[in-house]
């Protein structure tokens, strides 16, 4: 072990993250230490103004050689690395100036501020390109920005003062750099809206949270985006999923069962045999894609993505969980569910519930104070057993399927015994399987869980998210199965004890699951509407920031 708090950190830092470091210390964070990045379309325009500079072209002689300094010549995408300075850049073009000096130009995709300077970020990044290109030996005075928005170019001049600044900028950079704890959000900040990164950073919500908000101030309504990929469900079965001019394609022999943008797709779900060319696996590896398997039946088995998420810090918090603050956690998990399935049963009910109401409003206040998992364990199985004994109250009575036999049963599982544990069990593996993807894709490990124990295979931090929402979007959506007719006794096959859903009944079933996960709802927290698809990431989220300390405690997702 060292002292030295630098020891870890990479040799030199892009010229390009000190831009974001002077533009937000914690957008740095995010994307340099924690290596956590999205697009955007601000983001997509810049990559399209760079695309002529990004190709190399040209030359830039060695310094020395002054016969070879011809004015107006030009190098592109230059990289320039200096080990004193710690800090390394692919310079957009050096030009020769007339004098034998070099001029570094950085291309722009926007305009500079109303005085026509510089932006402070891009300020600094022109300053350093002319240090970086000093230390290799060129003579470098000034810098230039063109700014494409404005066709406007501006032009910097590099003076002792100016490059001290910058130096001292480097050195702030890298003591932020070895603090594995990112910085604050800003607080009512212009560039929070448009940065990429705001649906990962999130600093209205964790401001909300932590009220760091300006005495008076009213937290923005920001509207989350949510995200336009889709999940992919392929049934068929012995298709095979292929890749072909940047579109997915299913087949089955020479049949073609459809065709896809790989930008539109956000998960591919895979449901018994079916099968995945290693090119559409390659492709769908690089867009961060996965692929999601399933049994014939609905059972969630397996998941595949490419490289891990590289937010080790948050790994890290997730396994050094003590015993005292995993139960808090899991305490407002629990006590979530059983205030959503209250909600859900007080809304839906078709008879008389008031006393299990009032039960289930007393155990989830129980659930607040419980001092041990098991104490914590038998709360959950009480509610749980007064609210499915009343689930059928909220089912209508012209229901085609068959529904007493889970007055009888109650939940069972493994395998469901009759129509409407089919149903749930179906609704809730892909409740798991989204949970699954969403908190792989934040940085956790979905199969070390706060309250469900660690299990082989079991993905159980997805289990725990899982809880608040199974009332939210998986009961829901059998609700609506049942009672919009969407399913029928038709669409069940009994035998041996268990009760299976068939092709028809998972087609219904996914469909209406889907149409759950996009419907829009006001968050009860931070006012904004938002999808339930986004209400799982959001969750997680605030689940992350609560272990890297960015929030005193875990908010559980609870409708009204």
């Known amino acids: 072990m060292t002292d030295n708090p630098l020891a870890d950190t990479p040799e030199t830092v892009p010229a390009r993250m000190v831009n974001e470091f002077v533009y937000c210390p914690r957008l740095f964070h995010l994307e340099w230490v924690q290596a956590r990045f999205a697009t955007s379309g601000d983001v997509e325009e810049g990559l399209y103004v760079h695309r002529r500079v990004d190709q190399p072209g040209g030359s830039i002689p060695d310094p020395d050689d002054r016969g070879e300094m011809l004015a107006g010549r030009e190098a592109r995408s230059v990289w320039v690395t200096s080990d004193a300075l710690r800090v ?31 932006w402070p970020a891009d300020h600094v990044q022109s300053v350093l390109q002319v240090l970086l290109l000093r230390d290799a030996g060129y003579r470098v005075d000034t810098a230039e920005i063109w700014y494409h928005e404005t066709r406007q170019r501006v032009t910097i001049l590099v003076d002792d003062e100016v490059a001290a600044g910058a130096r001292q900028i480097v050195t702030d950079l890298w003591r932020v750099a070895a603090d594995p704890v990112a910085p604050p959000p800003l607080t009512d900040s212009p560039k929070c809206p448009r940065c990429s990164l705001v649906g990962i950073c999130m600093p209205d919500e964790l401001n909300t949270l932590q009220q760091r908000q300006t005495e008076g101030a009213h937290p923005r309504r920001i509207v989350p985006s949510d995200p336009d990929p889709q999940p992919l469900y392929v049934q068929e079965q012995g298709a095979v999923v292929g890749v072909r001019g940047g579109r997915l394609e299913i087949r089955h022999g020479e049949s073609s069962l459809g065709s896809f943008r790989l930008i539109d797709v956000g998960q591919v779900c895979l449901q018994g045999n079916i099968s995945v ?4 696996t390659r492709a769908l590896f690089a867009r961060e894609v996965p692929l999601c398997w399933f049994t014939y039946g609905g059972w969630f088995t397996g ?13 890290r918090a997730q396994y050094s969980l003590g015993y005292d603050r995993g139960l808090c956690i899991a305490r407002r998990i629990i006590e979530g569910k059983i205030r959503n399935s209250r909600t859900l049963l007080r809304r839906n009910a078709r008879e008389e519930v008031g006393r299990q ?27 749980a057993r007064i609210y499915f004994s009343c689930f059928t109250k909220m089912l209508s009575p012209n229901t085609d399927v068959p529904v007493g036999a889970f007055v009888t049963n109650g939940r069972a599982r493994r395998p469901p015994p009759d129509p409407v544990n089919s149903l749930l069990s179906f609704a809730y593996a892909l409740l798991v399987k989204d ?6 894709a934040v ?26 929402f199974r009332p939210l979007v998986a009961e829901s959506t059998v609700l609506q199965l049942l009672n919009n007719g969407e399913v029928s006794r ?71």
Not at 435 to 440: A, G, I, N, Y
Not at 496 to 511: D, E, F, K, P, S
Request: proline content about 6%; hydrophobic content about 40%.
């Open 435 to 440: 949970l699954t993807v969403t908190t792989l």
């Open 88 to 118: 390394t850049a692919k310079v957009d073009i050096v030009r020769h100036a007339d004098d034998g000096a070099v001029v570094p130009v950085d291309y722009k995709k926007g305009r500079p501020d109303r005085s026509g300077r510089p």
């Open 357 to 383: 109401v009032d039960s289930l409003a007393g155990l989830a206040m129980t659930a607040q104070s419980v001092a041990s998992f098991p104490s914590l364990l038998g709360v959950e199985g009480a509610a």
């Open 303 to 315: 998941i595949a993505e490419g490289l891990p998420a590289k937010n080790v810090d948050l790994r």
């Open 443 to 468: 940085g956790f490990d979905p199969y070390a869980g706060v309250y469900h124990r660690p299990r082989f295979g079991r993905p159980a931090l997805a289990l725990d998210l899982a809880e608040e």
């Open 490 to 560: 038709r669409d069940f096959l009994t035998r041996a004890g268990g009760c299976q859903l068939q092709a028809t009944g998972r087609r219904a079933a996914l469909r209406a699951y889907e149409r759950r996960m996009s419907q829009q709802i006001k968050h009860p927290i931070f006012g904004y509407r938002v999808s339930y698809r986004r209400a799982l990431e959001v969750q997680c989220r605030l689940l992350a920031a609560h272990l890297l300390g960015d929030t005193d405690e875990y908010f559980p997702m609870v409708t009204r």
């Open 277 to 280: 060319t290693p090119q559409a």
